[in-house]
T-cell receptor
Framework: TQLLEQSPQFLSIQEGENLTVYCNSSSVFSSLQWYRQEPGEGPVLLVTVVTGGEVKKLKRLTFQFGDARKDSSLHITAAQPGDTGLYLCAGMKGGKLIFGQGTELSVKP | ETGVTQSPTHLIKTRGQQVTLRCSSQSGHNTVSWYQQALGQGPQFIFQYYREEENGRGNFPPRFSGLQFPNYSSELNVNALELDDSALYLC???????????FGPGTRLLVL
């Protein structure tokens, strides 16, 4: 059983479209991170959210932490082919990172 | 400032063999965590070392063991390799257990 559920698992869209990835759990986390991973490489940290209800923006990416600190979302506006990759959410619990299974995003030109 | 490095980048072993993977943490970081990432999955926590002591372990059998050295670099050892051990092994370092973790590029292990 996955402690952190990500949806969708796969997403294939055209350049310029918007998308949202969801990360849900029944557990409370002290913080939640979003990572992007390219094939053959380690995950690269995009953002950390700590406070319930927090919203952070990173250019065309908007991250939100749920009020109860159990869920999060990542919204990408006007997706570009360079956004292609595996997006992972991870919750911090007791100093350990617990990952979702990832969302594989493909943005076609 | 040097980032997290791992060696080797790729490794092929046969079932029953033993393997040692290495990780150099980012400068100043005293905590190293190891993860196993199977193809198409998110990373799974193996264990964490903080100041040379094991500081938590995930759901992995005892044949997965580790070490952290005084310079905070770390090793992951896997004995009696099984086919299902084929995966990308990632290490991540941080200033302390609850702090942001920075990942290395991983070691791709293939068990035949």
């Amino acid at each position: 059983t996955q402690l952190l559920e990500q949806s969708p698992q796969f997403l294939s869209i055209q350049e310029g479209e918007n998308l949202t990835v969801y990360c849900n759990s029944s557990s409370v986390f002290s913080s939640l991170q979003w990572y992007r991973q390219e094939p053959g490489e380690g995950p690269v940290l995009l953002v950390t959210v700590v406070t319930g209800g927090e919203v952070k923006k990173l250019k065309r990416l908007t991250f939100q932490f749920g009020d109860a600190r159990k869920d999060s979302s990542l919204h990408i506006t006007a997706a570009q082919p360079g956004d292609t990759g595996l997006y992972l959410c991870a919750g911090m619990k007791g100093g350990k990172l617990i990952f979702g299974q990832g969302t594989e995003l493909s943005v076609k030109p | 400032e040097t980032g997290v490095t791992q060696s080797p980048t790729h490794l092929i072993k046969t079932r029953g063999q033993q393997v040692t993977l290495r990780c150099s943490s980012q400068s100043g970081h005293n905590t190293v965590s190891w993860y196993q990432q199977a193809l198409g999955q998110g990373p799974q926590f193996i264990f964490q070392y903080y100041r040379e002591e094991e500081n938590g372990r995930g759901n992995f059998p005892p044949r997965f063991s580790g070490l952290q050295f005084p310079n905070y670099s770390s090793e992951l050892n896997v004995n009696a390799l099984e086919l299902d051990d084929s995966a990308l092994y990632l290490c991540a370092s941080s200033w302390g257990p609850p702090e942001t973790q920075y990942f290395g590029p991983g070691t791709r292990l293939l068990v035949l």
